[in-house]
């Protein structure tokens, strides 16, 4: 069993790199605390790969983007702090406010572009994963039970 485990922790630590790299590559890394919210964990009865609690944006939004309608309370300051985290400058603190407030009240109304047109970070991935994930198990089960001598399989 313990093969099986590490052969599971070293695929979902090649899927948490695809991410990744999907994220910075399709500019969804503004101060990249989601991305380094990925993790690999083992636990009594196997591993899984998480986004740690914390100050990072909602994982669903990566690909998705946010819907108008409700918003987190405080969403202003998000905004304004996205605007930082992103490298981008204004000519005084209260421009980047009066930026913040009506990008907020636009995100509210209509969601965000992402919304619009969504992006791949981790879907084609996961699906990738699910199935390599699937066949791992498939040969460990073989050979754990010994039926490896009797059926022909591919890997």
Request: glycine share 8%; proline share 1%.
């Amino acid at each position: 069993m313990e093969k099986l485990r590490k052969e599971i922790t070293a695929l979902l630590e090649k899927l948490k790199a695809e991410i990744q790299a999907n994220m910075e590559s399709e500019g969804v890394n503004a101060s990249g605390r989601t991305s380094k919210s990925l993790r690999v964990v083992r636990y009594k009865d196997g591993v899984m790969l998480v986004a740690a609690a914390g100050d990072r944006a909602p994982m669903r939004t990566l690909e998705k983007g946010r819907e108008g309608g409700d918003v987190p309370r405080g969403f202003y300051y998000i905004i304004k702090q996205w605007t930082r985290d992103k490298g981008l400058t204004f000519a005084s603190e209260s421009e980047r406010g009066t930026f913040a407030y009506f990008l907020s009240r636009k995100i509210a109304r209509e969601g965000t572009e992402r919304h619009k047109n969504n992006i791949n970070v981790y879907t084609n991935e996961v699906d990738k994963a699910r199935a390599e994930a699937a066949a791992i198990i498939k040969v460990n089960f073989k050979n754990l039970v010994g039926l490896n001598q009797y059926i022909n399989y591919e890997r």
